[in-house]
């Protein structure tokens, strides 16, 4: 039995689609900090697509009330119109720009949430990928 996952997760495996969504969030993390340091926002580095699509090189736009409102739950996640899986997640909210969806399927749900790089449980768990902003 592996003594790094924690007791009842043994089962949990996270889909490479949720893997992809939070490297894809980690790399927005990042473009965002970047984004707050530029002097106007015609110098916005544009942030990747959440969807966790292995094909998906889109890019989406927010402003940084808008991406910071994402990041409040660490189940959600910033995407370009449409290209939510019906089958792990929901469409939240939607404009022109952007859609915010949750992660919604049970396995992936927790790989997410776990992963949430301003997550306290995140830092506790010695998991801690990048420190909020």
């Known amino acids: 039995m592996d003594t790094d996952v924690p007791p009842g997760q ?10 992809r969504q939070c490297l894809a969030r980690d790399a927005n993390e990042l473009t965002e900090r970047e984004n707050r340091c530029s002097a106007t926002a015609a110098h916005r580095r544009s942030l990747l697509c959440e969807c966790g699509d292995p094909g998906c090189a889109t890019t989406v736009a927010a402003t940084p ?5 994402v990041r ?29 969806v949750d992660v ?19 830092a506790a768990c010695g998991r801690h990928r990048c420190a909020p902003p």
């Not at 919604?104 to 995140?122: E, K, Q």
């Open 65 to 69: 009330a808008e991406y910071e409102e």
């Open 104 to 122: 919604v399927a049970r396995d992936d749900r927790w790989t997410v949430l776990g992963r949430n790089p301003r997550s306290g449980w995140t």
């Open 72 to 100: 409040t739950v660490g189940s959600h996640f910033l995407i370009f119109p449409d290209h939510e899986n019906p089958e792990t997640v929901w469409v939240l909210r939607q404009n022109e720009r952007h859609a915010v």
């Open 10 to 19: 043994a089962s949990r495996k996270p889909s490479q689609e949720a893997e």
